[in-house]
């Protein structure tokens, strides 16, 4: 069945709302004991992961492994701007309804990724933001989300990745946001956010934040200002996502200085979730045991930092398997690496997720496994 028949058939479905229970997979098999879901939920914790849902109706493996380890599942594209309002007012949340039935019926938290985000204004949005009026174009967008997925999804990045460094003393990004509404975008989209969905959890989320190098220790200060700012002022903003695109080229995860990091973020009252786990790796031409055991000993390295500090709700990868991940050999790897294609079983991508193409579980699911999760 084409990825266009099953799109359709998910669309259809869901403006019927009507899916199967086999499509739901109310049927499927509840958590198994030794799932992440299980280990993770027994100790106060979430796991999830970024999902598509037409790829979670196409994909009979990757539904089961979505059912058996997952708690809460983050929407890769259905509820950003241009995925939703592609043309100015006509909304389509046909996807995200799709996925949010699929939560639903199946007892799963939705994360809710993400309103603003500079990469993904809608064309027709971007010049439009600036002229008089503006800001009615995004309480438009926001009204039309907050009010329809209010009541399914409890924590919202509201904004995303609005650190830039090199440009700003604040270190804000020189985003279209900024440029029509100033610096007070971030506040006015929390209030806004607030007003329209009183219950939820606000987050910023935002990555670069990971390693010992000068622009992310920049990043790491920068970030941590804007949230001195924000709950200063008393703007309601409840929580952070740190996305946490771990990196194999980017030298030692600093574990002294990431505690302490995570530790000046709860010590402002906020709560912390991992929002988009995976390694970037690129030595493509190792043995695949080699490359699976470099991605797990750094989401260890990792997790055992951030699993350490009691602000920490959740981790959510981003995908569950190689299959999906956006994470791709770049043309950059294949001129570093001419041989990136020898390892027949991922052709020519990132092995920085928990499963492997075929689902089977790596090193790096058993590294998520085992962190040691009472320290909390
Ligand atoms: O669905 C359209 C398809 O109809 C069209 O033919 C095709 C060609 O343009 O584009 C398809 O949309 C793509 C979409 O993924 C669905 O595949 C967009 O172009 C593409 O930009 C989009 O990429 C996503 C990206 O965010 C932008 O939304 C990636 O899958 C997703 O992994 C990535 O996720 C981001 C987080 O939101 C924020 N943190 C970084 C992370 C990785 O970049």
Not at 63 to 74: F, G, N, S, Y
Request: with cysteine; charged share 25%; hydrophobic share 40%.
């Amino acid at each position: 069945m084409s990825y266009k028949t099953i799109r359709r058939q998910v669309i259809s479905s869901a403006i019927a709302s009507t899916i199967s229970s086999a499509w739901l997979g109310i049927d499927s098999a509840h958590a198994a004991e030794d799932s992440l879901s299980a280990k993770f939920s027994r100790n106060k914790l979430y796991f999830g992961s970024a999902v598509r849902i037409e790829q979670v109706m196409a994909e009979q493996d990757l539904r089961a492994v979505v059912l058996r380890e997952c708690d809460c599942l983050t929407p890769e594209v259905a509820l950003k701007w241009d995925a939703v309002e592609a043309s100015p007012g006509a909304f389509d949340f046909r996807s995200m309804d799709g996925l949010t039935n699929f939560a639903l019926a199946n007892k799963k938290q939705l994360h809710g990724h993400t309103l603003l985000w500079h990469k993904s204004i809608p064309h027709w949005a971007a010049s439009s933001l600036v002229e008089k009026g503006g800001w009615t174009l995004v309480q438009r967008y926001f009204q039309a989300v907050l009010s329809r997925y209010g009541h399914a999804i409890a924590q919202w990045d509201v904004v995303n990745e609005p650190i830039e460094t090199g440009h700003r003393m604040d270190g804000l990004r020189n985003s279209p946001f900024l440029q029509a509404f100033g610096v007070d975008y971030i506040a006015r989209a929390l209030w806004e956010a607030r007003q329209l969905a009183p219950q939820a959890k606000l987050m910023i989320n935002e990555f670069g934040l990971e390693y010992d190098l000068r622009v992310e220790h920049d990043r790491r200060y920068l970030f941590l200002k804007l949230l001195e700012r924000l709950k200063h002022a008393g703007v309601p903003l409840d929580g952070v996502g740190l996305q946490a695109h771990l990196d194999l080229s980017k030298g030692v995860l600093p574990a002294d200085v990431l505690g302490r990091f995570l530790k000046d973020i709860a010590d402002l009252g906020l709560f912390i979730v991992i929002s988009e786990l995976d390694v970037k790796e690129y030595e493509y031409v190792l043995p695949v045991v080699q490359r699976d055991a470099r991605v797990a000993d750094e989401t260890r390295r990792y997790l055992d930092v951030a699993l350490g500090q009691p602000a920490v709700r959740g981790v959510t990868t981003w995908g569950l398997s190689d299959r999906h991940s956006w994470l791709r050999v770049t043309k950059d790897d294949f001129a570093r690496y001419p041989d990136a294609w020898k390892d027949g079983s991922s052709p020519g991508v990132n092995r920085g997720l928990p499963f492997d193409y075929s689902f089977k579980p790596k090193p790096m699911y058993r590294a998520i496994a085992e962190a040691d999760l009472r320290r909390r």
